[in-house]
């Protein structure tokens, strides 16, 4: 994405647009999977994606000005670049968003996630969410477990999600990763 102070609601294309596949954004520890949101309750892939990963909590969040109190100052924290010590699940079900992600260059990826998306940010990596100029996303938020949902906004480098992180990025790639 681009460098650009503006709305962070606004898409913030570069020019010319890079676009990322799914394999880079997997090599990140981001994965993506395509579900029907209308059949959520009931969806025999999501609920393997579930086993699968011990994903045991859910729960549903509708983010919306006239649903959220404080809606300004949520969003702006949701905006600051963070990590957790646990992998980071939503999966959209209406509405539209980005979640930001930091490449091994340390550069902003823009994700946009829409109806159906689903997305897994692995523990560590460091990222930010905000919704799109619609100002509206309803988010199913999936945990191990009770929900801790804490953000660790960035410096990190000590947290031991953020080292096991790194760690794992400078195996796949090789070398140590540019101004972590």
Known sequence: MDDSNEDPRLSHRRNPNESVSLDQLAELGVLYWKLNPTIYENDQELTKIRQDRGYNYMDLLD???????????KLKNFYTEHIHQDEEIRYCLEGSG????????DRWIRI????????IL???IYHRFTLDPSNYVKLMRLFKGEPV???????QEDNPARKEYIKGLTEKFGVPLAAH
């Open 112 to 119: 946009l996630i829409k109806a159906g998306d689903l997305i």
């Open 149 to 155: 949902w804490t953000a660790y906004n960035r410096p």
């Open 122 to 124: 692995p523990a560590g």
């Open 98 to 105: 980005y979640f930001d992600v930091r490449d091994k260059d």
């Open 63 to 73: 983010l919306c000005p006239e649903k959220v109190e404080n809606y300004e100052q």
